[in-house]
Nanobody, 122 residues
Framework: VQLQASGGGLVQAGGSLRLSCAAS????????MAWFRQAPGKQREFVAA???????YYADSVKGRFTISRDNAKNAVYLQMNSLKPEDTAVYFC?????????????????WGQGTLVTVSS
């Protein structure tokens, strides 16, 4: 399985961005899809995840501002980010796993995209 993330960019605080992640290859093995982010000098952290039946879970820091969604027909997952803050600046990674359990740490995820940079200016 290959994951390709896109949609990052530079935005002012309070603005919005929509990230996309397209999966290819053996996509039938994918169950949970998720977004993580990593700011300079920090560890990769969980942002949001969605199960194959669209159950969602969010980090407290983004709850109410970010929305994760997926299109199973297109093998894609999206992250709509509103009311962006400078502290949201990071490289955002999409990830996928096969077992159907939403995990909040990176290690259980089987597949990773290359990352897309989001920069929020103050």
């Amino acid at each position: 399985v290959q994951l390709q993330a896109s949609g990052g960019g530079l935005v002012q605080a309070g603005g919005s961005l929509r990230l996309s992640c397209a999966a290819s290859g053996r996509t039938s093995s994918i169950n949970v899809m998720a977004w993580f982010r990593q700011a300079p000098g920090k560890q990769r952290e969980f942002v949001a995840a969605i199960s194959s039946d669209s159950f969602t879970y969010y980090a407290d820091s983004v709850k109410g501002r970010f929305t994760i969604s997926r299109d199973n027909a297109k093998n894609a997952v999206y992250l709509q980010m509103n009311s962006l803050k400078p502290e949201d600046t990071a490289v955002y990674f999409c990830a996928a796993e096969r077992n159907g359990v939403i995990r909040l740490t990176p290690s259980p995820y089987d597949y990773w995209g290359q990352g897309t940079l989001v920069t929020v200016s103050s």
